[in-house]
C-alpha cells in the first residue's frame, strides 16, 4: 500500500513545518501520517507507506496539558512506525491550519475539537420537520471561526412540499454561503457537492441526528460505508448513526470526515465570528445614535426600527443577544481558566527545578 500525501491534503503548510522538525535529530526516523480515527487510547493514522495504529509518546503525554494539545481526527503527526509491526508512536503534532471545536458537553469549561484541517464545513439540515433555523445560526457562527470555508447542505428534498421557501429562509441569515439542495432519493445535487471534493479538499460533514449525514457520506463515497438509520417518525429527529469521528478518503481524491449527530452546539471562544454570521445586525447598529446602544429600548435605535419596519426578524436578533451573551460567558471563563493552567505549569516546573537541584 502506497498512498499519494498529495491526496490526503499534505500541503505546502504542513511540507514546510516539517523541513523544520527534521531539523531535530529526534525526529529522523519520522514520517507525517493523517489521523483518521481516535480510539480512547490510540489513534488510526494513513502514512504514505499504509495505515497503521498509533499511540502518543510519552515525552509527548507529559508535555501536553490541555486536551487540544493531542491529535484529533483531521491531524497531521509525525510518527515513527515499529519495526516489523502495524504500529506506530505520534511524537509531534502539526500546527493546524484549521480547527471545528465546541464546549464540551456538560458544565466542564472544557474544548472539544470535532474536525481539524478541514477546507471546507458541510452544515448539513434537513428539508422537514427538523428544520430549525435558528440552530444553523448556532453552527455558521462556529464554522466562520473554524478558519475553513462554510457551505450548507440541505437534504431530504423528497420529503419537502416548499423547499424553495425554506431555502429563501437559509439565505437571509447566511451570507455569502453556497447553498445546496439535495435528495439521496432523485440524487438532486450530489453531483454538485462531489465536484468540491477535488483531490486534497477535506471536508467536514456536521449537523444533528437524523439530518443525512452518513447517508450523504455513502452517496459521495459510491459505496455503503457509513450505516443508516430512520428517523423517528414522531418528531423527524434522527437516531445516532454515526458514533464516532472518522476520515474517509472518496474516489475523487478528496477527504470527508463524518461526525455524531449533534443534540446541542456549545460555542467554544470565537472571535469575531460572529460579525461574520449577524452582519446585517451589526451593519443597521452602525446607524443608531448612540454608539454604546444595546438596542433595546434606546431610542433612535436603528436596529429596533429594523424590525419595526418588517426589515429585521426579532426572533434573529433575540438569537444574535443569545450567542453574543454565551461567548461573552465564555470568554471569562476561558479567561480564568488560562490563568489557573498557568499557575500549574509554573508550579511543576518550580517542582522540577527543586528536585534537580537535591
Not at 481526527?73 to 502539526?94: C, N, S, T, Y
Amino acid at each position: 500500500m502506497n498512498l499519494n500525501l498529495t491526496t490526503l491534503g499534505f500541503t505546502k503548510y504542513f511540507e514546510e513545518q516539517m523541513l523544520e522538525m527534521k531539523k531535530q535529530s529526534k525526529f529522523k526516523n519520522c514520517v507525517p501520517a493523517r489521523v483518521t480515527l481516535e480510539h480512547k487510547h490510540s489513534y488510526r493514522v494513513l502514512a504514505q507507506e499504509g495505515e497503521w495504529l498509533a499511540t502518543i509518546a510519552g515525552h509527548y503525554a507529559y508535555t501536553s496539558l490541555n486536551r487540544e494539545d493531542y491529535p484529533a481526527v483531521g491531524d497531521w503527526v509525525l510518527v515513527e512506525k515499529m519495526p516489523g509491526e502495524e504500529r506506530a508512536i505520534i511524537h509531534q503534532l502539526f500546527q493546524r491550519k484549521s480547527v471545528f471545536s465546541r464546549k464540551v458537553a456538560g458544565l466542564e469549561i472544557q474544548e472539544q475539537i470535532v474536525a481539524s484541517n478541514v477546507d471546507i464545513v458541510l452544515l448539513v439540515m434537513s428539508l422537514n420537520a427538523d428544520f430549525n433555523i435558528r440552530r444553523l445560526e448556532r453552527y455558521l457562527v462556529a464554522a466562520w471561526d473554524s478558519g475553513a470555508k462554510p457551505i450548507i447542505v440541505l437534504t431530504k428534498a423528497d420529503l419537502c412540499d416548499d423547499a424553495s421557501s425554506l431555502v429563501k429562509e437559509v439565505e437571509s441569515v447566511a451570507f455569502g454561503v453556497d447553498i445546496f439542495v439535495t435528495s439521496a432519493i432523485s440524487g438532486e445535487g450530489l453531483t454538485e457537492i462531489q465536484a468540491l471534493f477535488t483531490e486534497g479538499v477535506t471536508g467536514a460533514l456536521l449537523g444533528s441526528s437524523g439530518a443525512g449525514k452518513s447517508t450523504l457520506t455513502n452517496a459521495l463515497c459510491g459505496e455503503m460505508l457509513m450505516k443508516v438509520s430512520d428517523i423517528r417518525e414522531d418528531d423527524a429527529k434522527g437516531r445516532h448513526t454515526t458514533t464516532h469521528r472518522e476520515l474517509v478518503m472518496l474516489p475523487s481524491g478528496g477527504c470527508l470526515i463524518d461526525t455524531p449527530g449533534m443534540r446541542e452546539l456549545q460555542l467554544w471562544n470565537q472571535g469575531d465570528s460572529l460579525s461574520s454570521s449577524f452582519q446585517d445586525v451589526e451593519e443597521l447598529a452602525k446607524a443608531c445614535r448612540y454608539r454604546d446602544c444595546t438596542h433595546q429600548k434606546e431610542p433612535y435605535c436603528a436596529v429596533q426600527q429594523a424590525i419595526t419596519d418588517g426589515e429585521l426578524n426579532q426572533n434573529r436578533l433575540q438569537s444574535y443577544f443569545k450567542l453574543q451573551r454565551e461567548l461573552a460567558y465564555m470568554e471569562r471563563k476561558t479567561n480564568v481558566q488560562a490563568k489557573l493552567e498557568e499557575q500549574r505549569k509554573w508550579k511543576q516546573i518550580s517542582k522540577g527545578a527543586k528536585k534537580s537541584k537535591k
